[in-house]
């Protein structure tokens, strides 16, 4: 079965340091999604990505966050200057038109 | 996006049926209701969808009445393993760009 993929699973960082978290979608989807959650928490809605463009953010995704889709596989979300409230499991996820979801298994970013 | 409440938390033993409820009484026409799953440090997993009536799959069964404004997930036979976080979420999905809005969900703990 087709799965999505993340990377790395795990990453620490100091604060103020940028961050890539890379996502792998399933190859015939159209529509990206990142998600965060806080531990303990709810799982938060950051931004949707469709035909190369952003489609909605969420007050979260703010001008320190950014999504790309540099080639046909990967889609990525860059932190420019991490907070330690940053700290949180990141979740990337694909869907095809009107059907569910599929998220990958999540990063876990630690900012120190 | 309509509001959605369910139960913080259910126990049950295996081989027990399930059964999750979850109100959402300003349901717009156009909405489906979806259930995910969630097991700790992993992302959310998609269940079953439903506009109206019943469906079942291979997992699990939605029971949605006329009036729509809620509906009854249904588990049968839970195993230890279907202890999990358990989310509702109502939606239009005919938009393929479907932000998914997750509540603190129904925490499902099965015992031996």
């Known amino acids: 079965e087709p799965e999505v993929t993340q990377t790395p699973s795990h990453q620490v960082t100091q604060m103020g340091q940028e961050v890539i978290l890379r996502c792998v979608p399933i190859?015939?989807?159209?529509?990206f999604y990142w998600y965060r959650q806080i531990l303990g928490q709810k799982v938060e809605f950051l931004v949707s990505f469709y035909n190369n463009e952003i489609s909605e953010k969420s007050e979260i995704f703010d001008d320190q966050f950014s999504v790309e889709r540099p080639d046909g596989s990967n889609f990525t979300l860059k932190i420019r200057s991490t907070k330690l409230e940053d700290s949180a499991m990141y979740f990337c996820?694909?869907?095809?038109?009107?059907?569910?979801?599929?998220f990958g298994p999540g990063t876990r970013l630690t900012v120190t | 996006l309509a509001k959605t409440t369910q139960p913080i938390s259910m126990d049950s033993y295996e081989g027990q049926e399930v059964n999750i409820t979850c109100s959402h009484n300003n349901i717009a026409t156009n909405d489906y209701i979806t259930w995910y799953q969630q097991f700790p440090s992993q992302g959310p997993r998609f269940i079953i969808q439903?506009?109206?009536t019943k469906v079942t799959n291979e997992v699990a069964s939605l029971f949605i009445p006329a009036d729509r404004k809620s509906s009854t997930l249904s588990l049968p036979r839970v195993s230890l393993s279907d202890t999990a976080v358990y989310y509702c979420l109502v939606g239009d999905i005919r938009n393929g760009d479907y932000k998914l809005s997750f509540g603190a969900g129904t925490t499902v703990t099965v015992r031996a």
């Open positions: 996820a694909s869907s095809v038109w009107e059907r569910e979801q599929y």
């Open positions: 190859s015939n989807h159209l529509y």
């Open positions: 439903g506009y109206k």
